[in-house]
Antibody, heavy 116, light 112 residues
Framework: EVKLLESGGGLVQPGGSLRLSCAASGFTFADFYMSWIRQSPGKAPEWLSFIRNKANSYTTEYNPSVKGRFTISRDDTQNVLYLQMNTLRAEDTAIYYCAKHPLDAWGQGASVTVSS | DVVMTQTPVSLSVAIGQPASISCKSS???????????LNWLLQRPGQSPKRLIYLVSKLDSGIPDRFSGSGSETDFTLKISRVEADDLGVYYCLQGTHFPYTFGAGTKLELK
């Protein structure tokens, strides 16, 4: 069974940073592309970023809404996906999900609140 | 960005009755591979979204055949032949052809 477990969420002040982690199990993590998606309260999900596998040089894609502030990475030795979030704004407040590509399995989400 | 327009915003359906949701994209979702990366997801209350259908009409494992997807290019439809209580929640279409991937605003399916 595919399992994805996000962690690292919490309350952060505007301008601050946070790193989310996603621990994966139940599939060969290194073989798959992975994504981060977020969902603000009462809104539709918003796709943020995507990282390919080693065979595809770990190349990345970003939504322009977060490009330059957020960085996706992965550790295939530990089966963990990361999202480094910098210069956080109030509008980044959301539940952050990791998902196995092609978005066929999602984690339960990590809550991020940006507020002073 | 590709805009995904879903209608209706909400749908009130009696158990056992059919339901239909439309999703229109602002540009063709046919990719360079010739495949159309249009997905349907369901988010039940308090849960993460779950993919039901991919590549327009292919059902994910464990999804009952009461669900069906159809369409092409820019015009897509999700149909439920007989709604059950477990089908309640918010349905989203999602395009995975063009970066950034984009979701529709959602259709809330409620019981009549």
């Amino acid at each position: 069974e595919v399992k994805l477990l996000e962690s690292g969420g919490g309350l952060v002040q505007p301008g601050g940073s946070l790193r989310l982690s996603c621990a994966a199990s139940g599939f060969t993590f290194a073989d798959f592309y992975m994504s981060w998606i977020r969902q603000s309260p009462g809104k539709a999900p918003e796709w943020l970023s995507f990282i390919r596998n080693k065979a595809n040089s770990y190349t990345t894609e970003y939504n322009p809404s977060v490009k330059g502030r957020f960085t996706i990475s992965r550790d295939d030795t530990q089966n963990v996906l990361y999202l480094q979030m910098n210069t956080l704004r109030a509008e980044d407040t959301a539940i952050y999900y990791c998902a196995k590509h092609p978005l066929d399995a999602w984690g339960q989400g990590a809550s991020v609140t940006v507020s002073s | 960005d590709v805009v995904m327009t879903q209608t209706p915003v909400s749908l009130s359906v009696a158990i056992g009755q059919p339901a239909s949701i439309s999703c229109k994209s602002s540009q063709s979702l046919v990719g360079t591979s010739g495949k159309t990366y249009l997905n349907w997801l369901l988010q039940r209350p308090g849960q993460s979204p779950k993919r039901l259908i991919y590549l327009v009409s292919k059902l994910d494992s464990g999804i009952p055949d009461r669900f069906s997807g159809s369409g092409s290019e820019t015009d897509f439809t999700l149909k439920i032949s007989r709604v059950e209580a477990d089908d309640l929640g918010v349905y989203y279409c999602l395009q995975g052809t063009h970066f950034p991937y984009t979701f529709g605003a959602g259709t809330k399916l409620e019981l009549k």
